[in-house]
């Protein structure tokens, strides 16, 4: 059973900074680009930035944010940093492998002074 557990969100002040982190289980890991998504009340989801299977590759939505991985632990973070009541999200961990893609709960992050 594939599992993909979120964590590190929490609430933070303009500016501040926070580590998401992503573990993903049941699957062989160093074959799925991993991905980190959000979705704030009222919006759509978006991609926030991804990561290719062996971490060569990466693609981000805002320059604030780095995306990367560890294989031997199964975990992608993400890091964001100088944060904005406008990044207030819901932030998501996808897995993706050809037509194979997983999603975690959702980890909740709020910047507000």
């Known amino acids: 059973q594939v599992q993909v557990v979120e964590s590190g969100g929490g609430l933070v002040q303009p500016g501040g900074s926070l580590r998401l982190s992503c573990v993903a289980s049941g699957l062989t890991f160093s074959m799925y680009a991993m991905a980190w998504h959000r979705q704030a009340p009222g919006k759509e989801r978006e991609l926030v930035a991804s990561i290719s299977s062996t971490g060569a590759s990466t693609n981000y939505a805002d320059s604030r944010f780095t995306i990367s991985r560890d294989n031997t632990e199964n975990t992608v973070y993400l890091q964001m940093n100088n944060l904005k009541p406008e990044d207030t999200a819901v932030y998501y961990c996808?897995?993706?492998?050809?037509?194979?893609?997983?999603w975690g709960q959702g980890t909740q992050v709020t910047v507000s002074s």
């Open positions: 996808n897995a993706k492998r050809s037509s194979r893609s997983y």
